[in-house]
C-alpha cells in the first residue's frame, strides 16, 4: 500500500534496537509522542503497543534494527488551508530476514507479520508493509492521523519536544546525527527545499552536538559535587557526633534543645547526601565493560560516512587484525571519539585523507586520528587542558577538555603532536590492564 504524499515531515528521534531493554523504550518513547501530539489515551496505548511489537519482531528476525519517529502534516485546502497533524513511525530492520530453513519456522515467521501487518492497519490510518528476503530488511511505515494539537503549535513546541524524547537516548546520538546528515544531504540533492530550511537542518545537527557535550558535563557536574561531599564527610560526622552527645546530655525542657536538635538533623542531612553521591559513584561504574576498541571505532566511522563524503575527503584506515580489549563506558566513550574525529573533520580542507590508526603499542591499545589541516599553534597547544581554548570561530573551547576528563575515567590519557601546515594527531592511550578500585 502506497501512503499518502505528506505537506510536511519533522524527524523528532532515531531509536536503535539492538537488546531487550530496547522494547520499553520504543513503547515508551511512541505514547509520549503520541500525548504529545493529542491522540486519545486508547490511542495512546494501541500505538505504544503496536510499536513495541514491531520492535521485538526486528529483533527477532533481522538482529534489530531502528525505529524513526515523526511529526507529519497535510494541508486539506492547499498550502494556506486548515493543516491536519499526526505522527508516523518508520521501522527499519538491520539486515535481510533470517529465512529459516524449517518449514514450521518459516509458516510461524510468515504468520506473525501478516499478524503484525493486519494489527497496524487496525490501529494506523495509513500503512506501508515490504516484508524482509534474503537480499533486503524488513520496512515498516504507519501514519495516524487526526492530532488534537494543530501543525503550528507542534512547530512551535519543536525544541521541547525534541529535549523530552531525547533526554535519556545517549546511545542513539551517533544514529541522529547519521539521521540529520541524510536530510541534508536530501535537501542538497533535490532543491526543492528553500536555503532556511537547509540552516535549519544544520543547526538541529550542531545541537545534536550539544547535547552530546551536555551530557559529559553532567559527569563532571557528579564528579565535582563528589569531591565537595568528600570535603564535607569529616565535619559532617564530627558535627553530628557532637550534638548527639549534647542531646544525651540535656533535658527535653532545655530552651537551647530545639537549636542542638535543628544542628544534628542538618549534620545528618549532610551525611545523606555524601552516601548518595558515594553510591551514585559506585553505579556509575557498572556501566563500564570489557570490549574490543576497533568494534567500536568501525561503528562511529561507519556512521560517519556521510559526513566524509559531504567535504569528499578519503579515510584511510589502518586498524590491527588482532582483538583490542579494552574497559570502558561505550556511550560515554563514542562521545570522546566523536569530538576528536569532528575536530578532524572541521580543520581538514575539502578532498583531503582522514587517517585512523588503532593498534597496540608498546602493550597498550592506542586510537590515532590524524588530520591534514593547518595544525595547532604552539600557545595554544600549551592550553589545551587547562583552558577553555579554541581554534575555531563557533567553538566553545570545551571538547579537548572533555576528552581528557573522559580519557582519566578510562585511565587512559590523551597526546596530541601536531605541526604548523602539515596538520595534527590525536592519539588516545588506554591501559595495558584495568586497575580495579579500591572499595
Known amino acids: 500500500m502506497e501512503m499518502a504524499a505528506l505537506d510536511q515531515r519533522i524527524h523528532i528521534v532515531t531509536l536503535i534496537i539492538k537488546k531487550e531493554k530496547d522494547i520499553p523504550l520504543v513503547r515508551s518513547k511512541a505514547k509520549i509522542l503520541a500525548e504529545i501530539c493529542g491522540f486519545p489515551k486508547i490511542k495512546r496505548v494501541q500505538i505504544a503497543l503496536s510499536a513495541s511489537e514491531l520492535a521485538r519482531f526486528l529483533l527477532r528476525h533481522t538482529r534489530g534494527g531502528k525505529a524513526i519517529f515523526y511529526i507529519v502534516c497535510k494541508f486539506q485546502s492547499g498550502a494556506h488551508g486548515p493543516s491536519v497533524s499526526g505522527m508516523k513511525i518508520s521501522f527499519q530492520g538491520k539486515t535481510s530476514c533470517v529465512l529459516e530453513e524449517d518449514q514450521e519456522k518459516k509458516k510461524e515467521s510468515k504468520k506473525l507479520s501478516s499478524r503484525i501487518h493486519d494489527s497496524l492497519k487496525a490501529v494506523m490510518d495509513e500503512v506501508s508493509f515490504k516484508n524482509c528476503t534474503r537480499q533486503s530488511p524488513v520496512e515498516v511505515s504507519a501514519i495516524m492521523w487526526g492530532g488534537r494539537e494543530s501543525c503550528d503549535e507542534l512547530q512551535k513546541k519543536y525544541e521541547e519536544i525534541k529535549k523530552h524524547l531525547f533526554s535519556d537516548l545517549e546511545e542513539s546520538f551517533l544514529e541522529n546525527l547519521r539521521a540529520k546528515h541524510e536530510e541534508v544531504l536530501e535537501l542538497l540533492r533535490t532543491l526543492s527545499k528553500k ?45 553530628g557526633g557532637l550534638a548527639r552527645r549534647i542531646l544525651k546530655k540535656i533535658p527535653k525542657d532545655e530552651p537551647e534543645r530545639p537549636k542542638i536538635e535543628a544542628i544534628f538533623k542538618e549534620a545528618q542531612k549532610l551525611e545523606d547526601i555524601v552516601k548518595d553521591f558515594e553510591g551514585l559513584a559506585r553505579e556509575q561504574e557498572r556501566f563500564f565493560t570489557e570490549m574490543d576498541l576497533r568494534a567500536l571505532v568501525e561503528e562511529i566511522l561507519d556512521a560517519w560516512q556521510p559526513h566524509l563524503e559531504q567535504k569528499e575527503m578519503k579515510l584511510v584506515t589502518n586498524i590491527s587484525d588482532m582483538p583490542l580489549k579494552i574497559h570502558a563506558d561505550p556511550r560515554i566513550l563514542k562521545v570522546a571519539i566523536l569530538h576528536v574525529l569532528k575536530n578532524a573533520v572541521d580543520a581538514s580542507p575539502h578532498g583531503a585523507n582522514l587517517e585512523v590508526e588503532v593498534k597496540r603499542i608498546n602493550g597498550r591499545p592506542v586510537l590515532s586520528i590524524s588530520d591534514q589541516g593547518p595544525g595547532i599553534p604552539a600557545d595554544i597547544k600549551e592550553k589545551l587542558f587547562k583552558e577553555l581554548v579554541t581554534t575555531k570561530p563557533s567553538g566553545t573551547g570545551v571538547g579537548l577538555i572533555m576528552v581528557h576528563h573522559i580519557m582519566r575515567e578510562h585511565q587512559g590519557e590523551i597526546e596530541i603532536k601536531s605541526k604548523p601546515g602539515l596538520g595534527t594527531t590525536v592519539s588516545l592511550i588506554f591501559p595495558e590492564r584495568w586497575k580495579e578500585k579500591a572499595d
Open 195 to 239: 536555503n532556511a530550511e537547509l540552516d535549519k537542518a544544520n543547526s538541529e545537527l550542531l545541537e545534536l552536538s550539544q547535547d552530546m557535550e551536555s551530557l559529559v558535563h553532567e559527569r563532571t557536574v557528579v564528579e565535582l559535587a563528589l569531591r565537595i561531599a568528600d570535603k564535607i564527610r569529616n565535619p559532617a560526622t564530627v558535627i
